[in-house]
């Protein structure tokens, strides 16, 4: 069974760009997370989406927006980049809620310059 | 201030030895989740404890969620080269709520 998967594994970007990341979850999984992991700053809640909705979002500017799709897939936008957006970004996916086990992808590391 | 304190920080063993990290939180836990990261990768999930009192264990490793449902405990018994990495735990604060972590616990193994 295939586990999490993100596209692109690693993309460079210049500052004012947009980004766009991609998050497949394991098949039969509703909810996606998204986590932005900064150098020295641990995870940082980003979006859960379930179901196709936003169902939280964390203390992120509005430029950071993502959606689900019909298939639970899930994409993440990073609009007007800056040089502080450099990051590895996780995405995560399980049957929803806190209450089920949560695997992670391997990750898209977002370099802004 | 974070929610999900995670100590220590950082740990350097001797192969062969036992090792206990630390998760605590000011507020009940719904979900308690216990991951390994090598530097720059994804993470790799550990275990989940839901119920207070729980224990877990997965070869070396076993983790415990006190009564409380507050602190997590994992313990690594007589640690190999291959345990070392960063552990993190995360939960969820709410019945509805999303996953959030500490900030991780750098595990080094010394040959």
């Known amino acids: ?113 | 201030s974070q929610e999900l304190e995670q100590s220590p920080q950082s740990l350097i063993v001797q192969e062969g030895k036992n090792l206990t990290i630390n998760c605590t939180s000011s507020k009940t836990l719904y979900g308690l989740y216990w991951y390994k990261q090598k530097y720059g990768e994804g993470l790799i999930f550990l275990m989940m404890l839901q119920k207070g009192g729980e224990e877990k264990s997965h070869e070396k490793i076993t983790a415990k969620l006190d009564e409380k449902k507050q602190q997590s405990s994992l313990h690594i018994t007589a640690s190999q080269p291959s345990h070392a990495g960063i552990y993190l735990c995360g939960a969820a604060l709410s019945s509805q709520g999303n996953l959030i972590f500490g900030k991780g616990t750098k595990l080094s193994v010394k040959p």
């Open chain 1, 1 to 113: 069974e295939a586990g999490v998967t993100q596209s692109p594994t690693h993309l460079i970007k210049t500052r004012g760009q947009q980004a766009t990341l991609r998050c497949s979850p394991i098949s039969g999984h509703t909810s996606v997370y998204w986590y932005q992991q900064a150098l020295g700053l641990g995870l940082q809640f980003l979006l859960w989406y379930d179901e196709g909705e936003e169902r939280n979002r964390g203390n992120f500017p509005p430029r950071f927006s993502g959606r689900q799709f019909p298939n639970y897939s899930s994409e993440l936008n990073v609009n007007a980049l800056e040089l502080e957006d450099s990051a590895l970004y996780l995405c995560a996916s399980n049957w929803g809620g806190p209450r089920t086990e949560a695997f992670f992808g391997q990750g898209t590391r977002l370099t802004v310059v």
